[in-house]
């Protein structure tokens, strides 16, 4: 019999709690991380114990003909994810059994219990017959006790499968239909770059830059009633893909350039320089709008090409950093876009506004502090703390009305310092977006040499960085799996994960020299907090993000002043940090009398604290540099991912040529802060994409909750 919760629908076996209403699956009494599809696909199977799931009723129920997946790889990859979850194996199953070429069936006991009370009336569609008394034998009792028991306990479990779908349907308004939520897997042998992909207008297509084993990325054609894409040459390194009115040609950027490829015939053409995109978009008039670095500006220029007009002021002296990921509304005039601030402003980092073409005006329409906006069925959508949201908006009178309702639960993977957030909408109402159950990426081992040695096995962490004892590794968790970001630390002995901060958006840890302080990033402004979470959070300087400590216990960092990005330096006495002039992503040796930053022409080496002495390392294109505990290597990412060290000689500043060390699959090379950390022993710690190539989910069927 299975044992019910009236208010929770739970079903339990073995040390497993599966509630049917809230999706949520627990072992003794701790929450497991697991997607929908995994969890969809276990209340199948509870709801038929013993009997077989065929791989085409699964298909029926988890992927309607209309949701064009590639179901194979898309059901194997939910049903190993299950097997992960309960601990179970191929080879010896406790719970799932599979039936080659067949299906699946649950073969777990379900758990009995005699509490559960049955039902107080009787169906009026059932008639009461009433069977002649006979005399019934004690072993007779026990037989029918025992069928009994298993009838009433299988009646029990359907109907807490029925109570649990009709709860999830009775949420949607009168007349929707349903929500239909799959996974997409990127062509094999390839991982999805994030927030790298695009639906277009009507849904029909999908534009996705994918990574290959080798570092190298290209910009990929997905026709959605299809299994297969299509890599369109000559792309390499592309990223921000956006789509044409027609659905005839895509824009995207690579080479520090905006660049236009036909679908069809393949051909390229450069239309614009690009130093840093922040995005584009494209009007029906022919005409793109597009950010051509993170600070500054929104630009103009034809389809065509020709020299690029400036379309938006960024005032300066208002505290701003620059203007970002465009969007075009339907009159092809105007366009939203998000205005990015410098820390503490306003107590946002971000606001929505509407621009229009031939003009530097504009207006503000939300101050919701969002990443990335973008619009269709007549609604906003942004991201808010992991959930997705829409909120009507009158393209004609351009103002929002209503109170943004939500679209997903808290699932959206968290963007980086300078990325969109990881969703897509078609004007057809089809959804794409990086659950942050579906985790992008791994922490991943190399050793010295530069050879892969294995999987971190800890907490999932952003921006890695280990204590100045390498005993504690400190990074950015989301451990709720929703979106929230915070600091934490783990003990790399014990293996305990304590968590500092709050979030929603806490990232980039740095560790002081002596260990004991920890600097990190949040919305815009830096932070302190002591490492083993004894203090609260205090504010060190409203803006920039953390990446090393000087001797005399000041905070380095990088921001944006006066349009440009600035190494700066803050002390505990000030708030308004000490700017050194441009650079970025600036590390301290370890004795503190070098720094090495990444500069308008390369990466450098000059002596700290008066910048001289310089040294080039190489030119555009190399990031995230970190030095050797010893400070006679630096190390940084080249072009195409790799691994790239020099040595260094500090008594005569001689630096050797660059050497490969590692081809690494680092979750990205530029602005994303550091996302790898060299450990004392040598060995380094990289945030890279997940081998298991994590899925993209689509869903479908709600937009009749905007409708309606």
Known sequence: MVKQDSAETVVRFGAF?????????????????????????LAILL????????????????????????????????????RDALGDSVDAPRFIETLPKRGYRFIGAIETAGTVDPPTTSSPYTAEIQPPATKVTDKQRGATRQRDSIVTGAAILITTIMVWWFMQSSQKPAGAGPITRSSLLPPLHTSFVPYSFALSPTGDYLAFVAEATDGSRSLWIRTMSTASATMIAGTAGASFP???????????????????????????????????????????????????????????????????????????????QGHRWPVFLPDGRHFLYVSFASGLRTGNVSEVRVGSLNSTGDKRI???????????????????????????????????????????????????????SEFSVSQTGIL????????????????????????????????????????????????????????CV????????????????????????????????????????????????????????????????????????????????????????????PGAEGQLSPDRVWIAYIARDGLVIQRFPELAQRRQITGPGASQPRWSR??????????????????????????????????????????TGFQYDVAPDGRFLVNSLNSNAAPLTLMTGWADRLRQ
């Open 630 to 671: 010893n400070g006679r290597q630096l190390f940084y990412i080249g072009p195409e991912k790799k691994l790239m060290v020099v040595d260094f000689d500090p008594s005569k500043a001689i630096v050797s040529s660059a050497r490969v060390l590692a081809q690494t699959r680092i979750i990205a090379s530029s602005l």
């Open 242 to 320: 956006f789509w044409s009115p027609d659905e005839r040609r895509v824009g995207f950027f690579a080479e520090r350039k905006l660049k236009i490829v036909d679908v069809a015939g393949g051909a390229i053409h450069v239309v614009a320089d690009a130093q840093r995109a922040s995005g584009g978009t494209w009007g029906s008039g022919g005409v793109l709008v597009f950010a051509p670095d993170v600070n500054g500006p929104l630009y103009e220029v034809a389809d065509t090409g020709g020299a690029p007009a400036q379309i938006t002021r960024v005032d300066e002296s208002d505290g701003l």
């Open 432 to 487: 794409a977006f990086q659950s942050s159950t579906d985790l992008a990426s791994q922490l991943v081992w190399f050793d010295s040499t530069g050879k892969e040695s294995g999987v971190f096995e800890g907490k999932p962490y952003f921006d890695p960085a280990f204590s100045p004892d390498g005993r504690t590794l400190a990074g950015s968790c989301d451990q709720s799996n929703n979106g929230t970001l915070a600091i």
């Open 366 to 420: 939300s101050s919701e502090s969002v990443r990335t906006v973008a619009f269709a069925l007549n609604h906003l959508f942004f991201v808010r703390n992991g959930m997705l949201y829409a909120q009507r908006f009158d393209s004609a009178e351009l103002r929002t009305s209503e109170e943004p309702i939500p679209v997903t639960d808290r699932d959206v993977a968290g963007p980086s310092v300078f990325y969109p």
């Open 490 to 581: 783990q003990d790399l002995t014990r293996g305990v994960t304590t968590r500092l901060t709050a979030g929603p958006n806490d990232r980039f840890p740095v560790w002081s020299g002596d260990g004991r302080t920890i600097a990190y990033s949040s919305n815009g402004a830096i932070y302190r907090i002591s490492a083993d979470g004894s203090t609260t959070p205090v504010l060190t300087s409203n803006r920039g993000t953390p990446t090393g400590w000087s001797s005399d216990g000041r905070v380095l960092s990088f921001g944006t002043h006066h349009g440009v990005v600035s190494l700066a330096l803050s002390s505990f006495t000030a708030a308004e940090p000490s700017d050194m002039g």
């Open 17 to 41: 709690e599966a509630n049917l209403r809230s999706g949520e699956l627990r072992k003794h009494g701790t929450k497991l991380k697991l997607g929908d599809q995994p969890f969809s696909v």
């Open 47 to 82: 709801a038929q114990p013993g009997e077989v799931a065929t791989r085409e009723d699964l298909q029926k129920q988890l992927w309607p003909t209309d949701t064009f997946v590639d179901f194979d790889r898309g059901l194997n990859k939910a049903i190993n994810r299950l």
